[in-house]
Every structure is written in structure tokens, then in C-alpha cells.
T-cell receptor, first 112, second 110 residues
Framework: DAGVTQSPTHLIKTRGQQVTLRCSPK?????VSWYQQALGQGPQFIFQ???????QRGNFPDRFSGHQYPNYSSELNVNALLLGDSALYLC???????????FGQGTRLTVV | RKEVEQDPGPFNVPEGATVAFNCTYS??????FFWYRQDCRKEPKLLMS???SGNEDGRFTAQLNRASQYISLLIRDSKLSDSATYLC???????????FGAGTQVVVTP
């Protein structure tokens, strides 16, 4: 049983560009959350998707947007990249009605 | 004040010893509590959920103190492989965001 999978694992982008990160949840999980983790910090909640809708959003600008597909997979899009967007982006999935979240291996984004 | 706070450490622990550390949270409405383990440059892995009655999983024991608003993790008989950063996470609903602390680094030495 595959766990949460994310792609790509590493990415280098130039300031001002746009990026799309992808996540496939664990089998049986319908809820996908995205987190940003800067070096030395804990993961910061970006948003959560459930039933193809953004259910909750953290304190991130509109440059961060997402989508969830009918098969529960999800994308995170970041526009107009800033140097400060460099971080590990983590996707987490959970079962219906369960709070325990399981993380993918993350995408390490570097903005230069 | 941060919503979830942890002592960053590092906690330097001799192999075989016991180490314990806490995580405090500010939202009294918090309902779910977790400990995650994160190795350098890897993803957080769920170590254990923390229940009101406390729970134990092998060498790991987690406790919840609602009155003082903290959770704790105790590791007995530390192994070299226990060296990692331990993140606590708190949730105020049955769904939605997990609020993480910045992590406590544990270094187990031979």
C-alpha cells in the first residue's frame, strides 16, 4: 500500500516564476493538507482540501492556491515566487473524520 | 505568544538513558494531540497520538495535562536511532489544521 506520494522531490525556480507541486494521498484517505516548513521551524499550515473544496486556509497570501481532484489527489500552486518561498512543502492526508495525518516525503523548493 | 511551543534542545542523552520533554499549547479548546518524529531533511512521521489517559508504545510514553495545557513525551532506554527532532502537533477540531511546534532535537550518544 503506497503511502502519500509527492512530486517532484526537488525543484529550483527563479524569482517571479510559478510552480505546481503534486500530491497523491494514501489509499482510503480523502482529505489533503499542505504545509510549508522552513529550516529550523515546524510545518506551517497552508490549506486543506476535502471533497474538492478548500475547507480551511492558513495565513498564506493568495499567491498560494490549490486544487483537489475527484480521485483525491491534490496540487499546490504558487505564483510570483519570492526568495522567501524556499522551503520544504509537505502534503499530508487523513482518513474521513480522523485527525491523524500522514505526510509525504515533501518537495524541496529553492527559489533563486 | 506562539500557539504551540517546544524547547528546541538539543537534549544530549547517553544511550540507554531516559529523556523527557514537553510541549505547551495556548488554545484551551484543543482536542487532538500528536507527537511526530522528523529526521534531518525528511518528512515528519507520526510517532503516536496522545490520549487523555496517557498512552505508551514500547519505550515511548505520552501524557496530556489539560489543566496546565501541555503534552509530554518520555523515551526510555534511548537508542542511537532515536536521534531526531520531535514535533508536537495540536488540533482544535476533528478535522482541519495541525498546529506544530518548532520541534525538540534529541541527540543520543554512545
Amino acid at each position: 500500500d503506497a503511502g502519500v506520494t509527492q512530486s517532484p522531490t526537488h525543484l529550483i525556480k527563479t524569482r517571479g516564476q510559478q510552480v505546481t507541486l503534486r500530491c497523491s494521498p494514501k489509499s482510503g484517505h480523502d482529505t489533503v493538507s499542505w504545509y510549508q516548513q522552513a529550516l529550523g521551524q515546524g510545518p506551517q499550515f497552508i490549506f486543506q482540501y476535502y471533497e474538492e473544496e478548500e475547507r480551511q486556509r492558513g495565513n498564506f497570501p493568495d499567491r498560494f492556491s490549490g486544487h483537489q481532484y475527484p480521485n483525491y489527489s491534490s496540487e499546490l500552486n504558487v505564483n510570483a515566487l519570492l526568495l522567501g518561498d524556499s522551503a520544504l512543502y509537505l502534503c499530508a492526508s487523513s482518513e474521513p473524520g480522523v485527525t491523524e495525518a500522514f505526510f509525504g516525503q515533501g518537495t524541496r523548493l529553492t527559489v533563486v | 505568544r506562539k500557539e504551540v511551543e517546544q524547547d528546541p534542545g538539543p537534549f544530549n542523552v547517553p544511550e540507554g538513558a531516559t529523556v523527557a520533554f514537553n510541549c505547551t499549547y495556548s488554545n484551551s479548546a484543543s482536542q487532538s494531540f500528536f507527537w511526530y518524529r522528523q529526521d534531518c531533511r525528511k518528512e515528519p512521521k507520526l510517532l503516536m497520538s496522545v490520549y487523555s489517559s496517557g498512552n505508551e508504545d514500547g519505550r515511548f510514553t505520552a501524557q496530556l495535562n489539560r489543566a496546565s495545557q501541555y503534552i509530554s513525551l518520555l523515551i526510555r532506554d534511548s537508542k542511537l536511532s532515536d536521534s531526531a527532532t520531535y514535533l508536537c502537533a495540536v488540533n482544535s477540531a476533528s478535522w482541519g489544521k495541525l498546529q506544530f511546534g518548532a520541534g525538540t532535537q534529541v541527540v543520543v550518544t554512545p
